[in-house]
């Protein structure tokens, strides 16, 4: 746990910018021989180094999220003309366009599982490294990273934490810390001109936005329960403090922060019961709700698409510090959003273009401009933009300052335990279980 901590804060500390990822199911089976053998397979660094000149253009399939809508598909699809225009001839990046997330990281899976993974493909924290690696189907990037000019690119830690056994099986890409993010004009109009700085004092602006017919906190039990799972997450933080997963679901705090949760859905909309992203976005994007909470990666779109000039209203804020518990005011959940993987390469020249493909989209000049168009965040050191909007710059000096960054709910737990959340808090909101209930039910998912 420390090392990641360490990991995500020294990313936040060399980033300057910042999808509503989903998190899904996985196991993959253990083929511990046949990641042995995918390992002498992969071609040496010498490759690389001596320059890459294929004996005939070489083509990677890459069924890729951002596409379509995502916030990061226009910048990503010239990254990927450009690298197609400076290799022609030598190299060419195909994009499958996949605009589906669940389906998307279902397509993966199945493709790992039958021994086709693709020339090129991300995952994101719904994958656990271990599993990956031990499918024997993935390209080892050790060679490529260790102790070169391309590794030393990352931000400290980063790539040691995505080693096992000296391999590694995916390159970090993306990743968010989660603030809170609130209507100014909703709170004044309630009689507020700060965020509150406790839950005591947070359920009592709720109160007064209550009172005026607005909805304090959109909330989700349908899709992933995302926004939802992030609160919880934040919560979990602050009663139990950073160490919080290190005893599970034993932890009191677990219990305790469920029934916080479940107070904050008599402040949330009529339709939270089986809403999904579109549900919460759309009421707070539509000044119909006053605080909300996402990955950096939705900031943009709080001046593209809320109405009322929504954009300029927005105010960062961290998340309350519970009355007696062992959170320190300012810590934050994170996550790592995106790997960078590849199948198993048995070609040497095609393995060469797998590497130049990567190295060329993690330039700080192509990061940038992915970052001002979708808001986020990666693991390559980068200088300050001072392009930022305010509340990006905002988020940033909280992750600076940050006693702790630890890895949300989903990304800390088994993947059985994150997929059960859902259909938990259906239950803990409907009042079929109460918090001890609701945790019972996630320990039943991981056992």
């Known amino acids: 746990m420390k090392k990641i901590l360490a990991m995500i804060l020294a990313l936040a500390l060399a980033v300057t910018a910042f999808a509503c990822a989903a998190p899904a199911a996985e196991p993959a089976a253990t083929e511990a021989p046949a990641a042995e053998a995918a390992a002498t397979e992969a071609p040496t660094e010498a490759v690389v180094e001596e320059g890459f000149h294929p004996a005939s253009e070489v083509t990677l399939n890459f069924p890729c ?3 379509g809508t995502d916030s990061k598909a226009a910048v990503f699809g010239e990254m990927v003309a450009a690298f197609n225009d400076e290799y022609a001839g030598r190299a060419k990046v195909v994009i499958e366009e996949q605009t589906d997330y669940q389906a998307y990281r279902d397509k993966i899976r199945t493709m790992i599982s039958a021994g086709q993974a693709p020339d090129l493909f991300s995952v994101d924290g719904t994958f656990k490294l271990a599993d990956l690696a031990d499918s024997g189907k993935l390209m080892d990037f050790a060679p490529y990273l260790d102790g070169t000019d391309w590794g030393a690119t990352y931000t400290e830690g980063a790539l040691s934490d995505a080693t096992l056994d000296g391999k590694i099986y995916a390159i970090p890409f993306e990743s968010a810390v989660f603030g809170i993010y609130y209507n100014s004009e909703l709170l004044a109009n309630a009689g507020y001109t700060e965020f509150p700085t406790t839950y005591d004092d947070m359920f009592a602006m709720a109160d007064a936005l209550k009172a005026q017919g607005v909805i304090a906190f959109p909330l989700m039990t349908g899709e992933n329960a995302w926004t939802s799972m992030l609160w919880y997450s934040q919560i979990l933080l602050a009663i139990g403090g950073p160490d919080v997963y290190k005893n599970g679901l034993d932890d009191p705090a677990f219990v305790q922060a469920a029934d916080v949760l479940k107070k904050m859905f008599d402040y949330t909309s009529s339709d939270a019961v089986g809403a999904g992203a579109a549900v919460v976005n759309g009421h707070f994007l539509n000044f119909e709700a006053a605080v909300y909470t996402n990955g950096p990666w939705f900031l ?19 998340p309350p510090e519970y009355t007696g518990g062992m959170g320190t005011y300012g810590g934050l959940a994170g996550t790592v959003q995106a790997y960078l993987c590849a199948g198993t390469q048995t070609d040497a020249d095609k393995a060469a273009a797998v590497v130049e493909f990567y ?28 392009n930022d909007i305010q509340i990006k710059q905002d988020l940033l000096a909280a992750a600076n300052s940050a006693p702790y960054i630890v890895k949300h709910f989903n990304d800390s737990m088994p993947t059985a335990v994150g997929n059960a959340f859902p259909a938990a808090l259906d239950e803990l909101v409907l009042g079929t279980v109460d918090a001890q209930g609701f945790v019972d039910l996630l320990k039943a998912a991981g056992e």
């Open 65 to 67: 999220i951002w596409v």
């Open 300 to 318: 943009p779109r709080f001046a593209k698409e809320g109405i009322n000039d929504l954009g300029s209203k927005v105010k960062f804020a961290l």
């Open 359 to 386: 190295k060329f989209i993690n330039q700080p000049e192509w990061l940038y401009q992915l970052a001002e168009s979708s808001g986020a965040m990666f693991f390559v050191k980068l200088d300050s933009n001072p």
